[in-house]
């Protein structure tokens, strides 16, 4: 078969490091369900992880000789996509991309064994941007291919995702699209084909440069999957498009007439939430604004740019706000209001430092880079420099307990201090963890998952460890 944009370098490393040492040999679970398309099950039993090959310094929650490993050695050094590994919260499960001699595959494990649930059949992606002539995607800005996963209707799935263009040829551009591939979570066998396939039309007006803004997105903030880039909508004339993908159907959503005049951020239902270009505030058109529930502490009729949209995620949106006291500059309080109703949750007084948002697998704890909330107590931690800390700990995962993982920032980029704060009864005060002490990239049931590049011989280490 044809590789046609896979450099066969990387395939090479890629299979002959596919999977560490003592973490099994790779085979799938025998048996297939929903979502097998022509694949073809095992005929054998998947084999037991042995452990971990590489000892991380990781939280003392967490255990670095128990739970299973995987090596991406196929990924370059530098790109400008996210990693391409997911998490699946309501299915407990480890999703990534792997490689094979003819194209990319999807494999999701169990996290607390690490047995391997489903290997997709390999798959192509469109031609990348860097490829088809389309300038600024090369270096430090390639894009590979990735890996969400979505909830929608009890139902949790995952996607394998690449932005490309289709079509091109000599004298013609072609199509640039978002292709994905949908695959139900609880599927199993080996070479399983996707549900279906969808491309999402689309123009961006660059590649990534790390801005949780404007990067490209697919991913689920709440009410299934969305994809959302820099560039124009596929409606309208404004500098954001977004679309809410229906992956049982297939069928697209676009923000038309509710985005005429603003950006769209999540797609409700009731709507999309919105939030518009040259006016204070957000919400959903027709149901609710949220400076209808502005928290204490704040003006929003004095000022023409309020209760500022800063992130969601599962229900839930942040908010910024400015004071009462006439400072235009800063927004000293911080909110999480309900996304279906805007309904005000919980707030502080904090200088939040956004940095990408996280929640624990439960839904009672949600964090922002500098700003943590416990919602079940109405309560939030702000853990932005002042009085009491140096320096901003930027929140990277939560774990049910409350135990919020962040990483300090202004240290070196390679090796950041790391500490843990306790979300649910302490005081929120910080406990800085030992040098060198690798904090989690997302934690579930009774596993965390934890992203080393370049550890155990290149590439990205994925580490999923049980709890002590």
């Given at each position: 078969?044809?590789?046609q944009?896979?450099?066969?370098a990387?395939v090479?490393?890629?299979l002959?490091g596919?999977?560490l ?5 790779g085979?799938p679970?025998?048996?297939?369900g929903?979502g097998?398309?022509d ?6 039993p ?5 452990g971990p090959?590489v000892?991380?310094?990781v939280p003392?929650a967490?255990?670095a000789?128990k739970?299973w490993q995987q090596q991406?050695?196929?990924m370059?050094?530098k790109y400008s996509?996210k990693?391409p590994?997911a998490?699946g919260?309501h299915s407990d499960v480890v999703a990534?991309?792997t490689v094979a ?5 999807a494999q999701?494990?169990?996290a607390?064994t ?10 192509q992606?469109p031609?990348?941007?860097s ?9 430090d800005?390639?894009e590979?291919?990735?890996v ?10 995952v996607?394998l995702?690449?932005h490309g263009?289709?079509?091109?040829d000599a004298?013609?551009?072609g199509?640039?699209v978002?292709r994905l591939?949908?695959y ?6 080996e070479?399983?084909a996707p549900?279906?396939?969808i491309?999402v039309?689309l ?5 990534n ?7 490209l997105?697919?991913e689920?903030?709440?009410g ?7 560039g124009?909508p596929?409606?309208?004339?404004n500098?954001?498009g ?8 297939g069928?697209?959503d676009v ?10 951020r999540?797609?409700t239902?009731?709507?999309w ?5 040259l006016?204070?505030?957000?919400g959903?058109?027709g ?5 209808k ?5 704040t003006?929003?009729e004095?000022?023409s740019?309020d209760?500022?949209?800063q992130?969601?995620a599962?229900g839930h949106?942040l ?7 006439g400072?235009?500059?800063t ?8 996304t279906a109703t805007?309904?005000?949750?919980a707030?502080m ?7 990408g948002?996280?929640?624990s697998p439960?839904g ?13 107590r ?8 002042g ?21 300090v920032?202004?240290?070196a980029a ?8 306790d979300?649910a009864?302490?005081t929120?005060a910080?406990?800085?963890l030992?040098?060198?002490?690798v904090?989690?990239a ?7 998952v934890?992203?080393t590049?370049?550890a155990g011989g290149?590439?990205l280490l994925?580490?999923?460890l049980?709890?002590?």
């Amino acid at each position: 078969m044809r590789m046609q944009r896979m450099n066969k370098a990387v395939v090479a490393a890629a299979l002959s490091g596919a999977l560490l040492a003592g973490c099994g040999d790779g085979s799938p679970a025998p048996a297939q369900g929903d979502g097998k398309g022509d694949g073809k099950a095992s005929s054998a039993p998947s084999p037991t992880p042995q452990g971990p090959t590489v000892l991380l310094s990781v939280p003392p929650a967490y255990a670095a000789d128990k739970g299973w490993q995987q090596q991406l050695a196929w990924m370059p050094a530098k790109y400008s996509s996210k990693p391409p590994v997911a998490i699946g919260a309501h299915s407990d499960v480890v999703a990534y991309v792997t490689v094979a001699e003819d194209g990319y595959t999807a494999q999701v494990r169990q996290a607390s064994t690490g047995r391997i649930l489903f290997t997709g059949k390999p798959w192509q992606p469109p031609t990348p941007l860097s490829e088809a002539g389309r300038s600024g995607y090369e270096g430090d800005r390639v894009e590979l291919p990735s890996v969400s996963t979505a909830y929608q209707d009890g139902r949790e799935y995952v996607v394998l995702w690449a932005h490309g263009v289709t079509g091109g040829d000599a004298l013609t551009q072609g199509k640039e699209v978002v292709r994905l591939a949908v695959y139900p979570a609880d599927a199993s066998g080996e070479a399983v084909a996707p549900l279906r396939e969808i491309d999402v039309p689309l123009k961006t007006y660059g590649a990534n440069t790390g801005d949780e803004e404007n990067d490209l997105r697919v991913e689920d903030l709440g009410g299934g999957l969305q994809v959302r880039w820099n560039g124009p909508p596929l409606t309208g004339g404004n500098a954001h498009g977004a679309v809410a993908v229906d992956l049982a159907t297939g069928t697209l959503d676009v923000c038309a007439d509710s985005c005429a005049k603003g950006i769209g951020r999540v797609r409700t239902g009731k709507g999309w939430l919105v939030t518009e270009h040259l006016a204070k505030g957000f919400g959903v058109p027709g149901a609710w604004s949220v400076l209808k529930t502005a928290p204490p502490g704040t003006a929003p009729e004095r000022y023409s740019s309020d209760g500022l949209f800063q992130s969601a995620a599962r229900g839930h949106v942040l908010s910024r706000w400015h004071g009462a006291d006439g400072d235009q500059l800063t927004y000293p309080t911080v909110a999480v209001h309900e996304t279906a109703t805007g309904r005000l949750e919980a707030s502080m007084p904090c200088q939040a430092k956004p940095s990408g948002v996280v929640t624990s697998p439960n839904g009672r704890f949600l964090a922002d880079g500098t700003a943590a909330f416990d919602l079940q107590r109405a309560h939030g931690t702000c853990l932005s420099a002042g009085a009491q800390l140096k320096q901003d700990l930027r929140v990277k995962a939560v774990a049910d307990n409350g135990t919020a993982y962040a990483e300090v920032a202004g240290g070196a980029a390679a090796a950041p201090a790391t500490a843990e704060v306790d979300l649910a009864s302490g005081t929120g005060a910080p406990r800085l963890l030992p040098p060198g002490t690798v904090v989690p990239a997302w934690t579930l049931k009774d596993t965390a998952v934890f992203l080393t590049p370049g550890a155990g011989g290149g590439g990205l280490l994925i580490s999923t460890l049980k709890q002590n």
